[in-house]
């Protein structure tokens, strides 16, 4: 008696070298057969139901940060309402009014804001002239620089004999200022007056509030064209388009990122605030010191709801993966067994 013989089959008896082939495509698509893909089934079965959780609880920070960018807006209507900055003696003041006033519902205080009027004279000789105040239109962001070198940059679109601005560099004097969008101060640039009645104001921006995920574009959807699970990796904004999706989430109020040291603003601008006088304007006052109790409220819940995204959604992501490994390992037999007929079919025409 032999030992070690393998199964008494020759190739000949399988029909050559064709024969073997063929029957390595029947097991793989025997791989695909329906009887044989209840684990995928499982694994797709359990992600739904890990899914369905998600979208309702993303869903419900999507609702909350929609009323707190409302609310954001209402502020920022409210504080346009005024329109009157009270002025002050220092920028350190103008900045401890805009806490005070708005605390956590602005974004980033703008430092060295300021009124600037203008006129259309400063005097002739020396006899002494009262200005007269000259009308004209600024663009929200336009820079506006004074003869003397000092700039700052438009906080609001204005027609008018005042402006506010943002971000002062250097010293406004009274002397001539002029206006441009961008560049540098050149000789040449209009200028529409003398610099006057300039003081010290609080100017602050407002950025709506935003939540980030993390998302592998190959698990969800499972991608079984891809090898790598973990490719397409990228963090978008929470919408109602892809809530329930990604591994976890990220709330950022206000808008800005403090992960990467550089504290980037995710979102762009919704508008800028001003410090006023509250006991001028109290009923504008209150509404903003109850809108922002409101948003304190709803951030406070959002954290909650992004607490039980981050513990559901790994639970989640893992059965992700298994739907895509079930997937990839049927791509594979599939482009296994094209591959094979093909060579079938060369060996056949030679």
Not at 316 to 328: D, I
């Amino acid at each position: 008696m032999a030992y070690g013989s393998t199964f008494p089959i020759t190739a000949a008896q399988y029909g050559g070298s064709i024969g073997i082939l063929s029957a390595q495509i029947i097991s793989l698509n025997g791989y695909q057969e329906p009887g044989n893909q209840n684990s995928l089934g499982v694994a797709s079965e359990r992600y739904s139901v890990f899914l369905a959780p998600c979208e309702t609880v993303d869903a419900e920070i999507i609702r909350l940060t929609d009323e707190n960018n409302s609310d954001l807006d209402t502020i920022i209507s409210t504080s346009a309402s005024v329109g009157v900055a009270i002025s002050f003696a220092s920028d350190s003041e103008a900045q401890t009014a805009l806490d005070n006033l708005y605390s956590d519902a602005k974004t980033n205080n703008y430092p060295n804001s300021l009124n600037v009027g203008w006129a259309d004279t400063s005097g002739i000789g020396s006899i002494p002239v009262v200005p007269n105040p000259e009308t004209s239109t600024f663009t929200e962001g336009d820079l506006v620089y004074e003869g003397g070198g000092a700039y700052g940059f438009v906080a609001f679109t204005t027609t008018s004999s005042q402006v506010y601005l943002r971000s002062v560099v250097g010293v406004f004097s009274g002397g001539s200022i002029s206006s441009i969008t961008s560049g540098e101060p050149a000789p040449g640039d209009p200028t529409v007056g003398f610099a006057t009645g300039i003081y010290t104001i609080g100017i602050a921006s407002v950025h709506h509030d935003v939540s980030l995920i993390e998302s592998y574009g190959n698990l969800e959807p499972p991608n079984a064209s891809a090898d790598n699970p973990y490719g397409g990796y990228s963090s978008p904004i929470l919408t109602s388009s892809n809530q329930g999706l990604g591994i976890g989430n990220t709330f950022f109020k206000n808008g800005i990122d403090t992960g990467d040291g550089g504290n980037r603003l995710l979102n762009s601008l919704s508008g800028n605030i001003i410090a006023f006088s509250t006991s001028t304007y109290p009923s504008q006052a209150n509404i903003i010191f109850n809108t922002v109790d409101e948003i304190e409220t709803n951030r406070v819940s959002i954290g909650t709801f992004t607490s039980s995204a981050n513990n559901v959604k790994p639970t989640k992501t893992g059965y992700a993966l298994n739907v895509w490994a079930y997937s990839r390992g049927n791509n594979i037999a599939n482009q296994d067994a094209i591959a094979l007929q093909a060579t079938i079919d060369l060996l056949e025409n030679i």
